[in-house]
């Protein structure tokens, strides 16, 4: 069984910093594509953050770029989402997700595996 189980959402107000985890446990953890996604109701999951198996490749979303830091480590088979200057339009439940090819892709189709999300509410 393969679970990826996201933490750190919370209230927080616009211009501040949030950090959100993921724990991947059931797999090898090191030979998979990770992603962060994210959703608001009414709308369709959106393409967040993915890092490559050894933290070589990275791309973000134009919404986040310059903004959010994704990362890993690998001994701990945790991938991160740092966010910064975060803006009400962040708002959304975040989701982690892995996959096993050797690209970053940024289409839901691609990805194997997800957790349950965690919410993060910016507001004033």
């Known amino acids: 069984q393969v679970q990826l189980v996201e933490s750190g959402g919370g209230l927080v107000q616009p211009g501040d910093s949030l950090s959100v985890s993921c724990v991947v446990s059931g797999r090898d953890f090191s030979t998979h594509t990770m992603g962060w996604f994210r959703q608001t109701p009414g709308k369709e999951r959106e393409f967040v953050a993915g890092?490559?198996?050894?933290?070589?490749?990275?791309t973000y979303a134009d919404s986040v770029k310059g903004r959010f830091t994704i990362s890993r480590d690998n001994a701990k088979n945790t991938v991160f989402l740092q966010m910064n200057s975060l803006k009400f339009e962040d708002t959304a439940v975040y989701y982690c997700?892995?996959?096993?090819?050797?690209?970053?892709?940024?289409?839901?189709?691609?990805?194997?595996?997800w957790g349950q999300g965690t919410q993060v509410t910016v507001s004033s």
């Open positions: 890092i490559s198996k050894s933290g070589g490749s990275i």
């Open positions: 997700a892995a996959r096993g090819g050797i690209t970053v892709t940024m289409s839901v189709d691609y990805y194997d595996y």
